[in-house]
Protein backbone atom coordinates (compact mmCIF):
# COMPACT_ATOMS: atom_id res chain seq x y z
CA UNK A 1 0.00 0.00 0.00
CA UNK A 2 0.98 3.30 -0.34
CA UNK A 3 3.25 5.24 2.35
CA UNK A 4 6.13 7.22 3.62
CA UNK A 5 8.90 5.33 4.64
CA UNK A 6 12.60 6.29 5.56
CA UNK A 7 16.28 5.40 4.34
CA UNK A 8 17.83 5.31 8.21
CA UNK A 9 16.49 3.84 11.46
CA UNK A 10 19.14 5.53 13.30
CA UNK A 11 21.92 8.45 12.83
CA UNK A 12 24.49 9.27 14.78
CA UNK A 13 26.70 12.85 14.41
CA UNK A 14 28.81 14.53 16.32
CA UNK A 15 27.95 17.96 18.08
CA UNK A 16 28.27 20.94 15.97
CA UNK A 17 28.19 18.50 12.27
CA UNK A 18 25.05 18.82 9.93
CA UNK A 19 22.69 16.46 9.99
CA UNK A 20 20.43 15.19 7.08
CA UNK A 21 17.69 12.47 7.40
CA UNK A 22 15.86 11.17 4.77
CA UNK A 23 12.38 10.43 3.75
CA UNK A 24 10.87 8.66 1.02
CA UNK A 25 7.41 8.68 -0.13
CA UNK A 26 4.75 6.77 -3.07
CA UNK A 27 1.78 8.59 -3.49
CA UNK A 28 2.37 11.23 -6.07
CA UNK A 29 -0.71 13.19 -5.04
CA UNK A 30 0.43 14.22 -1.89
CA UNK A 31 0.71 17.65 -1.67
CA UNK A 32 2.22 18.68 1.54
CA UNK A 33 4.68 17.14 3.87
CA UNK A 34 5.89 17.85 7.33
CA UNK A 35 8.67 16.87 9.50
CA UNK A 36 8.12 16.26 13.63
CA UNK A 37 10.25 16.17 16.32
CA UNK A 38 9.75 13.45 19.25
CA UNK A 39 11.74 13.59 22.23
CA UNK A 40 11.06 10.87 24.77
CA UNK A 41 7.78 11.25 27.12
CA UNK A 42 6.63 13.93 24.61
CA UNK A 43 4.27 14.21 21.94
CA UNK A 44 5.44 15.42 18.19
CA UNK A 45 6.49 18.77 17.65
CA UNK A 46 6.12 20.46 14.34
CA UNK A 47 9.66 21.41 13.01
CA UNK A 48 8.99 22.77 9.43
CA UNK A 49 6.81 22.18 6.53
CA UNK A 50 6.88 22.00 2.90
CA UNK A 51 4.18 22.07 0.01
CA UNK A 52 4.65 20.43 -3.63
CA UNK A 53 5.12 23.43 -5.71
CA UNK A 54 8.26 24.53 -3.35
CA UNK A 55 11.45 22.45 -3.66
CA UNK A 56 13.14 24.37 -0.80
CA UNK A 57 12.04 25.49 2.27
CA UNK A 58 14.25 27.12 5.14
CA UNK A 59 14.10 27.79 8.67
CA UNK A 60 16.07 28.37 11.76
CA UNK A 61 19.04 25.82 11.34
CA UNK A 62 17.05 23.39 9.22
CA UNK A 63 16.24 23.04 5.74
CA UNK A 64 13.74 20.78 4.11
CA UNK A 65 14.26 19.62 0.54
CA UNK A 66 11.61 18.07 -1.54
CA UNK A 67 12.34 16.25 -4.69
CA UNK A 68 9.22 15.40 -6.35
CA UNK A 69 10.51 13.15 -9.18
CA UNK A 70 11.79 10.59 -7.05
CA UNK A 71 9.54 11.54 -4.20
CA UNK A 72 12.09 11.90 -1.77
CA UNK A 73 12.07 14.40 0.92
CA UNK A 74 14.97 15.60 3.72
CA UNK A 75 15.66 17.25 6.72
CA UNK A 76 19.04 19.16 7.13
CA UNK A 77 20.10 20.61 10.51
CA UNK A 78 22.89 23.09 10.56
CA UNK A 79 25.49 22.64 13.44
CA UNK A 80 23.93 19.61 15.32
CA UNK A 81 23.42 20.46 19.09
CA UNK A 82 22.48 17.63 21.58
CA UNK A 83 19.11 18.64 22.22
CA UNK A 84 18.33 17.84 18.42
CA UNK A 85 18.89 14.09 19.69
CA UNK A 86 15.17 13.03 19.10
CA UNK A 87 13.58 11.29 16.57
CA UNK A 88 12.21 12.38 13.75
CA UNK A 89 9.19 11.36 12.03
CA UNK A 90 8.21 12.78 8.34
CA UNK A 91 4.28 13.38 7.55
CA UNK A 92 2.46 13.39 4.31
CA UNK A 93 -0.80 14.66 3.68
CA UNK A 94 -2.71 13.03 0.52
CA UNK A 95 -4.32 16.33 -0.33
CA UNK A 96 -7.10 18.12 1.08
CA UNK A 97 -9.80 15.38 0.12
CA UNK A 98 -8.26 13.59 2.78
CA UNK A 99 -9.05 16.03 5.18
CA UNK A 100 -5.81 16.81 6.89
CA UNK A 101 -5.20 13.17 7.79
CA UNK A 102 -1.27 12.65 7.77
CA UNK A 103 0.50 9.38 7.50
CA UNK A 104 3.53 8.89 9.06
CA UNK A 105 7.10 7.43 8.05
CA UNK A 106 8.86 5.38 10.69
CA UNK A 107 11.16 7.77 12.06
CA UNK A 108 14.49 8.22 12.61
CA UNK A 109 16.81 8.22 15.73
CA UNK A 110 18.89 10.92 15.39
CA UNK A 111 21.77 10.98 18.41
CA UNK A 112 23.78 13.67 18.52
CA UNK A 113 27.47 12.62 20.40
CA UNK A 114 29.41 15.68 22.25
CA UNK B 1 -0.26 27.52 16.91
CA UNK B 2 -2.27 25.63 19.25
CA UNK B 3 -1.84 24.06 22.90
CA UNK B 4 -3.34 20.56 23.43
CA UNK B 5 -3.32 18.98 26.72
CA UNK B 6 -4.64 15.50 27.21
CA UNK B 7 -5.32 13.61 30.77
CA UNK B 8 -4.49 10.91 32.26
CA UNK B 9 -0.71 11.22 31.34
CA UNK B 10 -0.49 7.72 31.64
CA UNK B 11 -2.57 5.05 33.55
CA UNK B 12 -2.22 1.50 34.63
CA UNK B 13 -5.37 -0.58 33.96
CA UNK B 14 -6.81 -4.29 34.54
CA UNK B 15 -7.61 -6.17 31.97
CA UNK B 16 -11.44 -5.95 30.61
CA UNK B 17 -11.92 -2.25 31.78
CA UNK B 18 -12.21 0.97 30.17
CA UNK B 19 -10.53 4.06 30.11
CA UNK B 20 -11.58 7.76 28.46
CA UNK B 21 -8.88 9.99 27.55
CA UNK B 22 -9.74 13.62 27.07
CA UNK B 23 -8.28 16.34 25.13
CA UNK B 24 -8.49 19.70 25.40
CA UNK B 25 -7.17 22.53 23.22
CA UNK B 26 -6.51 25.96 24.00
CA UNK B 27 -8.31 27.53 20.79
CA UNK B 28 -10.78 26.58 18.94
CA UNK B 29 -9.55 23.85 15.74
CA UNK B 30 -11.49 22.95 12.87
CA UNK B 31 -9.39 19.03 12.67
CA UNK B 32 -8.69 17.11 15.49
CA UNK B 33 -7.63 13.25 15.41
CA UNK B 34 -6.63 10.65 17.43
CA UNK B 35 -3.54 8.83 17.02
CA UNK B 36 -1.79 5.60 18.50
CA UNK B 37 1.83 4.95 18.89
CA UNK B 38 3.10 1.39 19.96
CA UNK B 39 6.50 1.44 21.64
CA UNK B 40 9.79 1.88 19.30
CA UNK B 41 6.87 2.93 16.85
CA UNK B 42 5.73 5.37 14.49
CA UNK B 43 1.92 7.05 14.60
CA UNK B 44 -1.07 5.41 13.49
CA UNK B 45 -4.01 6.91 13.26
CA UNK B 46 -7.28 5.87 14.96
CA UNK B 47 -10.03 8.10 13.42
CA UNK B 48 -11.26 11.91 12.73
CA UNK B 49 -13.57 13.10 15.81
CA UNK B 50 -16.39 14.85 14.05
CA UNK B 51 -17.74 17.81 15.88
CA UNK B 52 -21.62 17.19 16.41
CA UNK B 53 -21.04 13.89 14.70
CA UNK B 54 -19.77 10.48 14.56
CA UNK B 55 -15.95 9.73 13.89
CA UNK B 56 -14.44 8.38 10.72
CA UNK B 57 -12.06 5.92 11.70
CA UNK B 58 -9.34 3.99 9.84
CA UNK B 59 -8.72 0.80 8.53
CA UNK B 60 -8.48 -1.58 11.92
CA UNK B 61 -10.40 0.56 14.02
CA UNK B 62 -14.14 0.42 15.03
CA UNK B 63 -16.55 2.32 17.09
CA UNK B 64 -17.13 -0.44 19.87
CA UNK B 65 -13.46 -0.83 20.69
CA UNK B 66 -12.78 3.20 20.31
CA UNK B 67 -15.51 5.19 21.18
CA UNK B 68 -15.13 8.96 20.54
CA UNK B 69 -17.03 11.87 21.10
CA UNK B 70 -16.41 15.55 20.24
CA UNK B 71 -18.88 18.32 21.99
CA UNK B 72 -17.61 21.13 20.46
CA UNK B 73 -14.82 22.82 18.61
CA UNK B 74 -12.09 22.67 21.43
CA UNK B 75 -12.82 19.39 23.63
CA UNK B 76 -12.69 15.28 22.16
CA UNK B 77 -12.40 12.00 23.98
CA UNK B 78 -11.01 8.87 23.38
CA UNK B 79 -12.20 5.44 25.20
CA UNK B 80 -10.64 2.53 25.19
CA UNK B 81 -12.79 -0.36 25.64
CA UNK B 82 -12.74 -3.50 27.01
CA UNK B 83 -8.85 -3.35 27.30
CA UNK B 84 -6.49 -6.00 26.55
CA UNK B 85 -2.54 -6.43 26.96
CA UNK B 86 -2.23 -5.91 23.69
CA UNK B 87 -3.85 -2.22 23.92
CA UNK B 88 -0.72 -1.02 26.12
CA UNK B 89 0.31 2.16 23.78
CA UNK B 90 0.56 5.60 23.49
CA UNK B 91 -2.40 7.54 22.63
CA UNK B 92 -1.60 10.95 21.09
CA UNK B 93 -4.46 13.72 20.55
CA UNK B 94 -3.90 16.17 17.79
CA UNK B 95 -5.91 19.58 16.42
CA UNK B 96 -5.56 21.87 13.25
CA UNK B 97 -7.03 24.89 12.66
CA UNK B 98 -7.20 24.14 8.69
CA UNK B 99 -7.48 21.43 5.64
CA UNK B 100 -4.32 20.76 5.02
CA UNK B 101 -2.23 22.59 7.18
CA UNK B 102 0.01 21.79 9.95
CA UNK B 103 -1.47 19.41 13.22
CA UNK B 104 -0.35 19.75 16.59
CA UNK B 105 0.31 17.00 18.85
CA UNK B 106 -0.67 16.71 23.09
CA UNK B 107 1.88 15.16 25.02
CA UNK B 108 -0.13 12.13 24.92
CA UNK B 109 -1.63 9.23 27.62
CA UNK B 110 0.39 6.11 27.94
CA UNK B 111 -1.34 3.50 28.69
CA UNK B 112 -0.09 0.15 30.49
CA UNK B 113 -3.08 -2.86 30.36
CA UNK B 114 -1.94 -5.40 33.11
Known amino acids: GESVGLHLPTLSVQEGDNSIINCAYS??????FIWYKQESGKGPQFIID?????DKRQGQRVTVLLNKTVKHLSLQIAATQPGDSAVYFC?????????????FGEGTQLTVNP | SAVISQKPSRDICQRGTSLTIQCQVD?????MFWYRQQPGQSLTLIAT?????????ESGFVIDKFPISRPNLTFSTLTVSNMSPEDSSIYLC???????????FGSGTQLSVL
Open chain 2, 49 to 57: ANQGSEATY
Open chain 1, 91 to 103: AENKGWTSGSRLT
Open chain 1, 50 to 54: IRSNM
Open chain 2, 27 to 31: SQVTM
Open chain 2, 94 to 104: SGGHATNEKLF
Open chain 1, 27 to 32: NSASDY
